[in-house]
């Protein structure tokens, strides 16, 4: 039986770390990942974790160290921010291209300049095109959830990738919010211990990082690319199964008000649910408005967002991280490319919301929602940055 | 504090298994790879190593091809000691929780002298600091010649390479080289020592030494390199010995502190005599040369007096160290 208990996000996770039975933490502290790993170094000092913690001496030696115990055959854990991920970002292709599975939980933070530990999603969608299985939790069950989901998916027979469970630096990281804890029986019931494919082990020598020529290389990154949009299938599947031992429902694509909607907003993370009262209010005024919320950004699934958005005439595709220099960010190129093929496909609008810390507001989905008429008339196509002073 | 039990290799038992298969693609007298050869000699197939990105990782794993018998990882240049270190941790887990039924075996970490002085000395202190069980092998050929031979920290004063070219206004390299293992002694580390390849069982008999100590071990091997030194590619060993023998690389140990002198040379082989073979150090003046043998005469003195050699009677030379 699950118990409700109110905690701190990122203590949730790492409790849900602690419950995964992992071998091996290997971490360095940056705002707002801390709390993370501060409470799973006392759950290790306090014995209630048998684990190694590595208090490594940068974020590069976190994965790098995280990549060795993974090889080992250990379950391993690591979790970062903003500059961190961005130190990590050599050694962030080598997991999905080594086929080692791992976890990080990333408290998403702005990049400097100028420097800001507040949240958006800059940090990560530099790492987009590196090969990580990469969710966002809307909420602090989610990243408790999430979390445990992620070892089952990462060490997937198909899969065998490193899974990143995004999460909203501070408001999302550093809020209490109502958790429900399964029991450890239920968690193992879930999540087997691993059993590596292919590992370090001087009774089975193999070579692991080779040298790739011309005439391989390609063919390498195919085989991870095939990987990672293979894994979809096992997630789903995966998503299933923990609805059915925990009753809680996982799509890669979440819908919500989105019968009959004219307009939808599309948004990734912990706005989503500010974005959802903006909806309810909108809709008890009569306007025809929806919201798509993508949970799986990588793989990014296709046909679920297709369907998700099947006969809405305009899109409000909100990021939290700008492309400088493009006329569209992360999320909205993403979505327009997807669509330009569709026969009755729906003009779509990008917006930049939140950035750096910037309060995110009901009022502001409104404006989002109004510009969505406004810029349709006008026929702009660049993205909207909602509440930069001019 | 107990001796470390380890079994000591001699001319009359050389370890016949060769951990470090042939066939792979280093240059032609490449004296590197006979000391990584002679490190996993000793070393042994129960081991598992995790290399830097170089010329011995470039040279050793051209996929579908490998000269590894034991596990083998590369993951990037600068972070040899972290991924060893994963690797550590990660069996000490696994023992602990009853996942493996491996015991402890050595887990080396090997990189070059860039990989070690320049771009991994964050990784290495770290994991030094951390107290992980393993060895790093450092083999120093002076520069970075997988990618065609330029300065590293370690490149020794004066030596010509591609991005320290002696000129009107340079006389090649402008700085002394780093002093790696006195870096890694001051870490308090339980083992540090220096070997040659020229000097082949003291070499095994220190990698023995280092895989028995439990803790961090960090083992600095001259890697004479025929193609950036511009020599001849039979004078690999050759000028190991006489680095050796005209005091340019002291043969020495570190052990939880303490300074021991492998080879004491009271007299020493002219400094020319290991300069002149190699055509990085062609340029030199003679007031150059001058400078280049009195920092080598100090550096040397330093080390016995740290081993409290100049108290003690010379050993025999031209022997291999023990």
Known sequence: MSKRVGMEVSIAISEAVKMANVDVVAAYPITPQTHIVEHLSELVAEGELDAEFMPVESEHSAMSASLGSAAAGARTFTATSSQGLALMHELMYMAPGLRLPMVMAVANRAVSPPISIWNDHSDIMAERDTGWIQVFAENGQEAFDLTIQAYRIAEHPDVQLP???????????????????????????????????????????????????????????????????????????????????????????????????????????????????????????????????????????????????????????????????????????????????????????????????????????????????????????????????? | MSELQYEKISAKNLPQEEPFAPGHRACQGCGEVLALRMVMKAVGHQAIAVSATGCMEVCTSTFPTSSWRTPWFHVAFENAAAVASGVDSGYKALRRKGKTSQGRFPILAIAGDGGTADIGMQALSGALERWQDFIYVCLDNEAYMNTGIQRSSSTPFGAMTTTSPPGKLSKGQATWKKNMPAIAAAHGVPYVATASPAYYLDLMNKVRKAAATEGPAYLHIYAPCPTGWRMKPELAIESARLAVQSRVFPLYEVINGQYILNRKVDKPKPLTEYLKPQGRFRHLDAQTLADIEARVNAEYEKIVRLAGADKKPAKAEDKPAE
């Open chain 1, 163 to 390: 899974v990143a469970v995004n999460l909203d630096g501070f408001t999302l990281s550093h809020v209490v919010e109502p958790i429900l804890l399964p029991d450890q029986a239920e968690v193992d019931k879930f999540l087997p211990p691993w059993k590596p494919m292919l590992q370090l082990d001087p009774a089975k020598p193999i070579s692991m990082g080779m040298f790739g020529i011309p005439e391989i290389y390609f063919e390498a990154k195919k085989a991870t690319d095939e990987a990672l949009v293979g894994s979809q299938k096992a997630i789903v599947a995966i998503w299933d199964e923990f609805e059915k031992l925990f009753g809680r429902k996982y799509n890669p694509i979440e819908t919500y008000k989105t019968e009959g909607a004219e307009t939808i907003l599309v948004t990734m993370g912990s706005i989503s649910e500010t974005a959802m009262t903006a909806v309810d209010q909108m809709r008890d005024q009569g306007i025809p408005v929806g919201l798509v919320r993508i949970r799986l950004w990588r793989p990014f699934p296709d046909k679920e967002f297709k369907a998700a958005v099947k006969g809405a005439k305009k899109l409000g595709v909100i990021d939290r991280c700008l492309t400088l220099g493009s006329h569209a960010n992360p999320v909205g190129q993403e979505v327009r490319s997807l669509l330009y093929q569709e026969k009755d496909r729906p003009y779509v609008f990008n917006f930049a919301l939140g950035i750096g810390g910037r309060d995110v507001t009901r009022a502001d989905f409104r404006y989002i929602y109004d510009q969505c008429q406004t810029l349709a008339a006008q026929g702009q196509d660049r993205c909207h940055m909602v509440g930069v002073m001019e």
